[in-house]
């Protein structure tokens, strides 16, 4: 039985490492996942102060009339922001066609040429599958001719993932032959043309099959420093303001839903759309990236850890397997958050590694639980014809180290009854009669000696035979044993009674007890096997029990010595016992003292 549990939990741990493989593979739980990772992987750090954001928020459309506003309001801003030369200025507008006013076109265009260094966004749609590591644009939205000739575009398409939450950018897509580059990746490149930074290719970053690389958010929503669009075309900030400065331009407005996203840091608050622009810009000034653990590498994550799990789960008991559980997990996260916070740190999936050690818990206490069930039943199988009901528990309590079943010498006191006058009343009752007057006496005697918790060894006939301090050790074993013996004696009584008055005869027990060192275990075939008592206490204690008289309860000088001060005694003197060279001493119990 033992082998069959160990090959069906070997198969269950296996089984369960493969079905969590196949969920971490079809990403099943990944919203889970993805907030377990947000809550130790991502982690607010130092705004880039060199990025500085010119919102158009509700004040703005209040101040300015209702959105779109007029293009020669973003002309004559791009002049304001451009007297402080600024670096770069990223535009999070797309003016798609041109308006119905063109002088207004012809001075955003005038103004955006004489900056030089404006960079407006472009938006990529996609067939609904699209081949694996190929992205594709089937079009795109971009500015209108003359201001795209005069400007650099970057595409702001925005990954969601299902929880609502964006986590990733799409670094670049193919359209036309063309690569297109991100609206933040360009920003930056600009930037590092202007300065002694070097600018960055898609090529050396990490990123997936699709070109996503992970964002590092610097903060939560409102981190970067923003300026009323209004402010700035009314002059009340200096262009001087602005020098050497990224500038981003975009809405910031309520109003302006369509351009809000939810970011990790805080998925209860709207980002919008150039915040999180701000923030990737500023992951690429920092040069600090996430290296996503390939597949494999996540899967060699989840054996190892499970197979940690495994093997220390198995050797501690329920409550200190909590214990190492939430060890195990506690350490496992905090490992992972230390690796994913260096600049090129590595990250991969939280959820199941956790998950692995959760089930693989719960597994062992399954299987610990069934363990024990079948050893209770074991245990109640090879004890329950033998002790009391609440022995039996007291065992299942202790255990089986403490029974040592196999076989152990121990000091035991053994008690032997017989019923005297059992045969000539059976010839005078019908079989039936003969049947039922031995259960009685017999289920007195079982009751008896599981009253002082004694051990019913075995059935002989009209006879039993009893162990005390085995399979449990007991106090005062041996007067337990006196004490089973007068029970029987005063149970007797009314069965003497009774059997007189139907049949006009009348029998006793005839007790014998001896205490000494005993072999005591398991003892038989492997098919047929018994819990018993074997070696020369017992012979004692039968020789001893055989010169009993009717209602007598015969002791030995070694029983009598630890019960003397409970026991009164008449001394019979001694016996000749066979097999033993000496006479044995023996005293008749006549009543307790207790």
């Not at 991502?42 to 209702?66: N, Y």
């Not at 400007?151 to 193919?174: A, C, M």
């Not at 991969?348 to 610990?368: D, F, K, R, T």
């Not at 329950?384 to 255990?399: H, T």
Request: charged share 20%; aromatic share 10%.
């Amino acid at each position: 039985m033992v082998i069959i549990l160990k090959k069906w939990s070997l198969i269950t741990h296996i089984s369960i490492f493969l079905l969590l493989a196949l969920f971490m593979y079809f990403q099943l739980f990944a919203t889970l996942d993805y907030r377990l990772q947000d809550t130790l992987y991502q982690k607010p750090a130092t705004v880039d102060a060199d990025i500085i954001i010119v919102g158009i928020d509700d004040d703005s459309l209040e101040a300015l009339g209702r959105w779109p506003f007029h293009r020669d309001y973003h002309g004559e801003l791009i002049r304001l922001i451009s007297e402080g030369e600024p670096k770069v200025i990223g535009y999070d507008v797309i003016f798609a066609e041109a308006s119905d006013l063109l002088e207004d076109d012809a001075y955003l265009v005038e103004m955006v040429a004489e900056a030089g260094n404006l960079i407006f966004p472009i938006y990529g749609t996609f067939a609904a599958t699209a081949t694996r590591g190929k992205l594709e644009a089937l079009n795109i939205s971009e500015p209108f001719p003359a201001l795209s000739k005069v400007s650099k575009t970057g595409h702001i398409n925005t990954i969601i993932d299902n929880d609502g939450i964006v986590r990733k950018t799409i670094l670049s897509f193919d359209y036309a032959g063309d690569r297109i580059d991100s609206f933040a990746l360009k920003i930056y490149n600009h930037y590092a043309s202007q300065t002694a930074r070097k600018a960055i290719d898609v090529a050396q970053l990490p990123t997936d099959e699709w070109q996503r690389t992970n964002i590092r958010f610097s903060g939560e929503p409102h981190s970067f420093e923003l300026i009323p669009f209004y402010q700035v075309l009314n002059g009340e900030v200096p262009g001087e303001y602005f020098r050497d400065k990224i500038v981003l331009v975009g809405p910031t407005a309520i109003g302006m839903a369509d351009d809000y996203y939810f970011t990790p840091l805080a998925p209860q608050v709207p980002m919008y759309g150039v915040e999180i622009h701000a923030n990737i810009i500023a992951q690429f000034m920092a040069q600090k990236y996430w290296q996503e653990v390939p597949f494999l590498g996540q899967l060699a994550i989840v054996l190892i850890l499970g197979l940690l799990g495994f093997f220390i789960f198995r050797r501690l008991s329920p409550s200190i397997g909590a214990l190492a559980l939430v060890a195990l997990v506690g350490s496992f996260l905090f490992i992972s958050s230390r690796i994913s916070l260096v600049n090129n740190g590595y990250i991969y999936s939280l959820i199941y590694p956790v998950g692995l050690l959760v089930i693989q818990y719960i597994a062992i206490l399954g299987e610990n639980f069934i363990s024990e069930q079948i050893e209770k039943k074991r245990v109640t199988d090879v004890f329950g014809k033998y002790v009391a009901p609440q022995i039996v528990d007291k065992i299942l309590e202790e255990g089986e180290a403490g029974l040592q079943l196999g076989g152990a010498r121990r000091d035991i006191t053994v008690l032997f009854v017989d019923i005297r006058g059992f045969t000539p009343l059976s010839e005078a009752a019908e079989p039936e009669e003969v049947v039922a007057i031995l259960n009685d006496y017999l289920t007195l005697c079982a009751k008896s000696i599981f009253a002082y918790g004694g051990t019913l060894d075995k059935y002989i006939g009209d006879a039993a035979m009893a162990l005390y301090n085995a399979p449990l050790d007991l106090d005062k074993h041996q007067l337990r044993a006196v004490q089973t013996a007068m029970a029987m004696q005063t149970g007797s009584i009314q069965l003497r009674e009774k059997l007189e008055k139907q049949f006009g005869k009348t029998v006793h027990f005839g007790v014998g007890i001896h205490t000494g060192s005993a072999i005591v275990g398991n003892i038989g075939a492997d098919f047929r096997m018994d819990y018993t008592a074997i070696g020369d206490t017992v012979n004692t204690a039968a020789r001893i029990e055989s010169v009993s008289k009717p209602g007598q309860i015969l002791i030995s000088e070694a029983v009598y010595e630890q019960v003397k001060e409970e026991v009164e005694v008449s001394d019979l003197g001694t016996i000749k016992v066979k097999g033993k060279a000496q006479e044995l001493q023996i005293y008749q119990v006549n009543k307790l003292l207790i």
